[in-house]
């Protein structure tokens, strides 16, 4: 039985799309009182990495009919992912010094931001879960860690126990198929609802919440990977959620370290928020983190030893190309057949790079740690050898919070309470066992 016409949705094509959500993007964020204000300039260069995606894609069907010309323009395209990725690289550290932030509301009521964010999010859920018999869409960027195969192969397990005739005749790949795409837009979903409670406990600003999340599902890139690029989006869901709980450092480095086990990137933000974190619950945050880190990366392990697949772990992942700068590049990137000699300086500014922001500005509040964050996850772009540029949704959302951010000036760690350290109470435990037994309260004498 064919399926119906009314469910036969399609989004545009890329370059359809790419122009359609600019223009409604303009329409309902751009501040037209004044043309010339940062919000505006923000809102355009938000899309400055689409023309770079659109040359890749041109390129990639020029070298599937063997035209001579694709490799130039695919040189050409990952230059361009790079330049903006230079932009916004330059403009998140330029954040630290924009302290006052003058609030700007969407030109659509809250109701009619919420009834968008809806759709988009339903219209792009449904084309996840159609087959294409496109190549090009099922293509995937980078190679996926091991822990994210995993979780799909778990995934597609649970769902073929289900007792229902449709699983019974689905085949291996049909269930990965389900599998991967309803974790990627779960992830997208964790995404849109970190930045809204966000917008609305840290911004306290429920609007921009709401436009942080509408404009999430609304920049081409989203669509561009929708319910395909699960490595992409799954590690960005925890770092956003670990933004949420930045005022509790415990579960800030449970959800940190479980996205830097599950995808190896998220380990350069470790000494930023250690920072920020110096004094006032860095080693609660730490602690947390490398718990989480090795759980996750142990567990993977074990079960990829018990399938007969021994050699996981940090130093394997540490051994793939892309993350090598000192080896040649092999992958497909703007480093493919380079020389080490010119990538090891550029992932050389990136370590003094993390190391200046580890200690400076001291200290830290909110605005600084999202800025940041986002200036090291797109400085990985730039000496990553597996198609580098091409990860924004690894720092979309930290954009989109500093594009909307207010000012977060007294957004600071908690305090650190007297006594309230590990150290210190494992001191006083010790202390405890040391301690003289006090004589007992002479009896009352019975009348």
């Known amino acids: 039985m064919e399926p119906s016409i009314f469910v036969d949705f399609h989004l545009p094509n890329a370059p359809t799309w790419f122009y359609f959500s600019l223009l409604l ?14 919000r505006n300039l923000d809102l355009l260069t938000l899309f400055l ?3 770079g995606f659109l040359i890749l894609q041109e390129a990639h069907a020029r070298a599937g009919r063997g035209d001579p010309g694709a490799g130039r323009q695919l040189v050409l395209g990952y230059a361009w992912l790079l330049a903006a990725s230079a932009y916004w690289f330059a403009r998140s550290v330029l954040d630290l010094a924009l302290v006052r932030r003058p609030a700007a509301g969407p030109n659509l009521t809250t109701a009619g931001m919420v009834c968008l964010g809806l759709a988009l999010f339903v219209g792009q859920a449904s084309v996840a879960v159609r087959r294409t018999a496109d190549p090009a869409e099922g293509a995937r ?14 995934a597609a397990a649970v769902v073929s126990r ?13 269930l ?18 970190g930045l809204l409670m966000i917008g609305v406990r840290h911004f306290q600003d429920r609007v921009a919440g709401i436009g942080m999340g509408t404009l999430y599902l609304l920049v081409p890139y989203t669509a561009f990977d929708v319910g395909r690029q699960l490595h992409h989006v799954w590690p960005t869901a925890f770092t956003v959620w670990a933004v949420y709980f930045y005022r ?11 996205a830097a086990g599950t995808s190896l990137f998220p380990l ?3 000494p930023l928020w250690v920072g920020f974190y110096a004094r006032r619950g860095a080693g609660r945050f730490a602690g947390s983190f490398v718990s989480a880190l090795v759980a996750s990366v142990l567990a993977t392990a074990a079960v990829l030893w018990w399938d007969g697949r021994p050699g996981f772990g940090l130093s394997a992942a540490l051994n793939l190309p892309g993350w090598q700068p000192w080896g040649v590049a092999t992958a497909e990137s703007l480093w493919t057949g380079v020389r080490a000699a010119y990538r090891l300086p550029v992932f050389v500014l990136f370590v003094a790079f993390l190391a200046g922001v580890t200690v400076w500005p001291s200290p830290k ?25 091409m990860y924004v949704l690894w720092y979309l959302p930290l954009l989109l919070l500093v594009v909307f951010r207010p000012n977060l000036a007294a957004a600071e760690p908690p305090a650190a309470e007297p006594g309230g350290g590990v150290m210190a109470k494992l001191a006083v435990v010790v202390l405890r066992q040391f301690r003289p037994a006090r004589p007992d309260p002479p009896k009352e004498l019975a009348v």
């Open 49 to 51: 990495f689409g023309p």
């Open 141 to 154: 960027v980078g190679a996926r860690p091991a822990p994210l195969e995993k979780v799909q192969d778990t």
């Open 25 to 38: 993007a303009v329409s309902l964020f751009a501040r037209f009182a004044r043309p010339l204000s940062l």
């Open 365 to 389: 509040n909110l605005s600084h740690l999202i800025a940041l964050s986002a200036a090291l996850l797109v400085g990985v772009q730039f000496w990553h050898a597996d198609r580098g540029g």
């Open 268 to 270: 350069v933000l470790f």
């Open 162 to 174: 289900a007792p229902t005739e449709a699983v019974a005749r689905a085949t291996g790949d049909d």
């Open 176 to 193: 990965r198929f389900w599998g991967e795409r309803t974790l990627c837009m779960v992830c997208h979903a964790a995404v849109v609802v």
């Open 248 to 258: 509790r450092p415990g579960a800030a480095g449970w959800l940190l370290g479980l």
